[in-house]
């Protein structure tokens, strides 16, 4: 069967690391995979909220384009736990983490505006 060139760059392109779309963690995932997540999705708000473009996140965190994008869109197995934490405090967001039992099926993310949340 022939593929028009267009299609087949088009396909290239969707499967490649420029088309990046937002990642949703599983919910089987681990505590530690939670705890990124949560940490992403802070810095993602703080973006979010301060009208800042992809391009200034990534200046005021140090990051490359590609990494900044992974980042700001959930891409959690790119980062150590620890850059994440120091991303937060670059950008002095206040937050708590709390961990809970395995036996638990929640993970407690305090967020910047000080509200608990409950994230499964």
């Not at 490649?16 to 995932?29: F, M, Q, R």
């Not at 990534?58 to 900044?68: E, R």
């Not at 790119?78 to 937050?95: G, Q």
Request: proline share 2%; hydrophobic share 35%; with cysteine.
């Amino acid at each position: 069967m022939l593929v028009d060139p267009k299609e087949e760059e088009l396909f290239g392109w969707l499967e490649s690391d420029k088309c990046l779309g937002s990642k949703v963690i599983n919910k089987d995932a681990s505590i530690l995979e939670k705890t990124k997540y949560q940490l992403c999705q802070t810095v993602t708000r703080y973006q979010i909220q301060n009208n800042f473009s992809e391009k200034k996140m990534a200046n005021i965190l140090k990051l490359d384009k590609l990494s900044t994008a992974k980042l700001l869109r959930g891409y959690t197995e790119n980062f150590a736990l620890d850059s994440l934490i120091s991303y937060v405090e670059k950008l002095n967001i206040p937050c708590q983490v709390k961990i809970t039992p395995e036996n638990s099926s929640s993970l407690t993310h305090k967020s910047a505006n000080g509200r608990l949340k409950k994230h499964l």
